[in-house]
Nanobody
């Protein structure tokens, strides 16, 4: 099994934007449910978004600020993060083959190396 790899993390100021990328390595179309979770000092692991079967889901704290998308032709998934806040600081991971597909089961899927996001006030 090939584990997906997240990239694109950086240090930004509050209010800034970042776009995270996830290289799924295999056909994303066949990966029915994919998603993102993060690990933060305050909340530990937290599922933040899923995408699959034409639907998306977001945790309340990122709704309206983050957007998940996928490019099946490139086997990639993305997380556009706008209006970043200091509490968004953490390590972000992408996951594939999430079953069942939900924010609370993201870590049951395949996931690999994360990417660091640091938001300063």
């Amino acid at each position: 099994q090939v584990h997906p790899v997240a990239s694109g993390g950086d240090s930004v100021q509050a209010g800034g934007s970042l776009r995270l990328s996830c290289a799924a390595s295999t056909n994303t179309y066949s990966r029915t449910c994919m998603g993102w979770f993060r690990e933060t000092p305050a909340k530990g692991r937290e599922g933040i978004s899923t995408i699959g079967a034409g639907t998306t889901a977001y945790v309340d704290s990122v709704k309206g600020r983050f957007t998940v998308s996928q490019d099946n032709a490139k086997n990639m998934m993305y997380l556009q993060m706008n209006d970043l806040k200091p509490e968004d600081t953490g390590t972000y991971y992408c996951a594939t083959e999430i079953n069942p597909c939900s924010l609370v089961t993201i870590t049951l899927g395949l996931w690999g190396r994360g990417t660091q996001v640091a938001v300063s006030s």
